[in-house]
């Protein structure tokens, strides 16, 4: 199957500051991605859609100023968490859509983000 | 609404021992996409089936099946022969036939698969 990554793996950020997440599609071109976080021991909740060219779609009750994506080519969109807080702390995963295979979205391996 | 459940929280089995691990979806579309996936310790999701809404047969993968009922809207997942390398959260998802490409899921199963 397509591959996806992401970077960092872990990151580990002093409150206050900013941290960006990369999310790559290695060998296919994705003009759509998506943002899930995921707190311990409990599902994947949705973000936003990142669209390649234009702004995301937020979910309801993600804030669009904390949580920055930007998708500024085919193969890479990114989150930036803003002035992270230790609530910010959590397993962040990307996935990117494949529009040669609707059906599926290939999954990042995840960036574990803590926020002292 | 489209929704996701997974009632079992938790399930622990002793190796070699069959398991099946429940979902249950509500969406008003009528073409749909369901899917499973295994999160080891890892966290990287790791993709086992698509099923589509027009799709009812039932399909076997190794000690995997997977049993889609539309009449009770349920896409249960089942392991034969469990062994501990199964030990996993396991998902279950949503896929509506919107063109967003949104993926709904389940809370999650943790199967723990003792020696």
């Known amino acids: 199957g397509a591959v996806v990554s992401q970077h960092p793996s872990r990151v580990i950020c002093k409150s206050g500051t900013s941290v960006k997440i990369e999310c790559r599609s290695l060998d296919f071109q994705a003009t759509t991605m998506f943002w899930y976080r995921q707190f311990p021991k409990k599902s994947l909740m949705l973000m936003a859609t990142?669209?390649?060219?234009?702004?995301?779609?937020?979910e309801q009750g993600v804030e669009k100023d904390k949580f920055l994506i930007n998708h500024a080519s085919l193969t890479l969109s990114t989150l930036t968490v803003t002035s992270a807080h230790p609530e910010d702390s959590s397993f962040y995963i990307c996935?990117?859509?494949?529009?040669?295979?609707?059906?599926?979205?290939?999954f990042g391996p995840g960036t574990r983000l803590t926020v002292t | 609404a489209q929704k996701v459940t997974q009632a079992q929280t938790e399930i622990s089995v002793v190796e070699k021992e069959d398991v099946t691990l429940d979902c249950v979806y509500e969406?008003?579309?009528?073409?749909?996409?369901l899917f499973w996936y295994k999160q080891p310790p890892s966290g990287e999701l790791v993709f086992l089936i698509r099923r589509n809404s027009f799709d009812e047969q039932n399909e076997i993968s190794g000690r995997y099946s997977w049993n889609f009922q539309k009449s009770t809207s349920s896409f249960n997942f089942t392991i034969t022969a469990s062994q501990v390398v199964d030990s996993a959260v396991y998902f279950c998802a949503l896929r509506g036939s919107s063109n967003t490409g949104k993926l709904i899921f389940g809370q999650g199963t943790t199967l723990q698969v003792k020696p």
């Open positions: 969406t008003r579309d009528t073409t749909y996409y």
């Open positions: 996935s990117a859509r494949d529009p040669m295979t609707v059906y599926e979205q290939y």
């Open positions: 990142s669209n390649e060219g234009s702004k995301a779609t937020y």
